[in-house]
């Protein structure tokens, strides 16, 4: 079985700061990974994904990520955080293999406040 | 260009009562997927089709059915309402089926469900 752990429920950072969101997994084989967003009162909103290739990956507003295959990590990374980045994040994974179809796993999120 | 759309954005049920949340989607995707999410659970998948005429399991199911009406609409329906039920519910769509789990799913801006 995949899954996801996000291991904070809240990142508080300043404004202008680096911002991390942590992110491991467990599938079997390799993975797909997906950063998604959700603003408050809204629906999941997609921010990058890592399929192949360069491990770091660049995404919407800012944000890349780092697949780490020995460490079993996607980190979300902003050099510097803005105020609009407050929300929750959720990372997801989905197994490479044929018969794992389209499942998409989420971790539980993490809230980012970011303080001006 | 509308993306996912969901109905109602609100409802409020008794114990044993049902109904039926609508989404579209017009992006003309093939998958389409019901999600429910929980504080600190992330979102778990309920139900998916792969494709027009086709539906499956998902993590948690009982309790739900759900009906590909056509390639546009997937409805989710809630035929007893229990209070384990009460969640918010997210539909999302992606233009590949099984065999493109590399495709991003997008989502719609989701039903608060509330049973007394």
């Known amino acids: 079985a995949q899954s996801v752990a996000q291991p904070e429920d809240q990142v508080n950072v300043a404004e202008g700061n680096p911002l991390t969101v942590k992110c491991t997994y467990s599938?079997?084989?390799?993975?797909?990974l997906f950063w998604y967003v959700q603003y408050p009162n809204r629906g999941l909103q997609f921010l990058l994904k890592?399929?192949?290739?360069?491990?770091l990956v660049k995404g919407s507003y800012g944000f890349e990520a780092e697949f780490n295959k020995s460490q079993t990590s996607f980190h979300l990374k902003k050099p510097s955080a803005l105020v609009s980045d407050s929300a929750l994040y959720f990372c997801a994974v989905r197994a490479r293999f044929k018969a794992a179809g389209n499942k998409l796993t989420f971790g539980g999120g993490t809230r980012v406040l970011v303080k001006p | 260009n509308a993306g996912v759309t969901q109905t109602p954005k609100f409802q409020v049920l008794k114990t044993g009562q049902s109904m039926t949340l609508q989404c579209a989607q017009d992006?003309?995707?093939?998958?389409m997927y019901w999600y429910r999410q929980d504080p600190g659970m992330g979102l778990r998948l309920i139900y998916y089709?792969?494709?027009?005429?086709?539906?499956d399991k998902g993590e948690v199911p009982n309790g739900y059915n759900v009906s590909r009406l056509n390639k546009r609409e997937f409805s989710l329906r809630l035929e007893s309402a229990a209070p384990s039920q009460t969640s918010v519910y997210f539909c999302a769509s992606s233009d590949g089926g099984p065999l493109f789990p590399t495709d991003t799913q997008y989502f719609g801006p989701g039903t608060r469900l509330t049973v007394l």
């Open positions: 992006m003309n995707h093939n998958s």
């Open positions: 890592y399929i192949t290739g360069d491990n």
């Open positions: 089709s792969a494709s027009e005429g086709t539906t």
């Open positions: 599938v079997s084989g390799n993975p797909y």
